[in-house]
């Protein structure tokens, strides 16, 4: 298989590109008086959960700041904004970041994002076509499989299963397709497998497109593990330390909410995204954590390391932000 340390997309925006302000038409959420604006860039979707119910209680105001939400397609277009200064910031998964500190690039975690864990918090599985004769993760050798995007997480987990069960990565044909597009090709039987995330998971099976081959696509990361964070750039915090430790503290008051109140999160979803409520109640969503656990994101650096994403591991507190206060 070829190999890309870095989305070649994702290195060629945050090296290249100048990201001129979208109009005010295009953001959500309004400056109220008083407060310190922040511009954050995220993705539409279920596991963004805790910047929803962050807004909506009205985490963010008790903490002096107002937030502009920009929906944004992916982490190639959320991680060149924050190096630009476009946004403050981004949601991305995590090997992507750890890739990129690695490279040089400013970044830094600010407060946790979601997690997967064993007891319905897998958010992605890895499917294969309702006709498909593959019966095993092991079947995979010669495939043909897709993930939305190279040098991320996904890819890391599909070579991390590889060893796991015995297969030359070099007999697998990684190809990038959007998770939306995925059910398509699943059931077109343009590729072989697909990893695939909420709610495309279950839209996947719902429709007959295809069928489960391993509800827990990442379990090579281990029974829990961090698949996405909120990160900004180092010099930013280094400027605005109230406001970026006060939108941790709201996400942090965001995620200790949505444990406690499972089913009062579903509204919240329901009003921030497009997913209907029948939708809704049938996917699985990630846990949370208002904290780091330095040791379950040394395991991603060195696995990352393991499998040449980067040249050599480093400490996981190098890219977690410490607050001096």
């Known amino acids: 298989m070829k190999r890309f340390v870095l989305s070649l997309v994702f290195l060629a925006h945050l090296s290249l590109v100048v990201l001129a302000p979208l ?58 904004a924050v190096e630009s200064g476009d946004i403050q910031v981004g949601w991305s998964n995590t090997v992507s970041i750890i890739i990129a500190h690695a490279k040089g690039f400013d970044f830094t975690f600010v407060t946790p994002g979601a997690l997967e864990e064993e007891g319905g918090h897998r958010t992605h599985s890895l499917l294969v076509p309702s006709n498909s004769q593959i019966k095993q993760i092991a079947d995979l050798a010669g495939k043909v ?42 059931k077109n039987n343009s590729v072989d497998a697909a990893l695939v995330a909420e709610p495309f998971v279950t839209l996947s099976v719902m429709h007959g497109s295809a069928r489960v081959l391993e509800a827990s696509a990442h379990k090579a990361f281990g029974d829990r593990f961090m698949i996405a964070s909120w990160f900004v750039k180092k010099s930013w915090i280094e400027k605005n330390p109230a406001k970026a430790e006060g939108f941790a503290r709201a996400i942090a008051k965001a995620s200790d909410y949505i444990t406690g109140h499972p089913k009062e999160v579903s509204e919240h979803l329901l009003n921030a995204t497009k997913l209907s409520a029948d939708l809704v109640g049938k996917i699985s969503l990630p846990a949370y954590s208002p904290s780091y656990d330095l040791a379950d994101l040394q395991k991603l650096i060195d696995m990352a390391a393991k499998h040449k994403f980067i040249n050599a591991p480093f400490p996981a507190k190098e890219i977690v932000y410490q607050s001096p206060r």
């Open 145 to 186: 499989v897709a993930i939305n995007t190279l040098g991320n997480v996904n890819e890391l987990s599909i070579m991390a299963l590889a060893e796991h069960y015995g297969i030359d990565m070099k007999t697998i044909r990684l190809v990038e397709i959007p998770f939306p597009d995925m059910e398509a090709a699943l």
């Open 23 to 80: 109009p005010m038409s295009q953001l959500t959420g309004a400056s109220a008086a008083g407060t310190e604006e922040v511009v954050v860039g995220y993705i539409p979707i279920a596991d963004c959960l805790q910047l929803y119910v962050a807004e909506a209680m009205g985490y963010f105001q008790q903490e002096g700041i107002s937030i502009q939400k920009r929906p944004m397609k992916g982490g190639t277009a959320i991680a060149p």
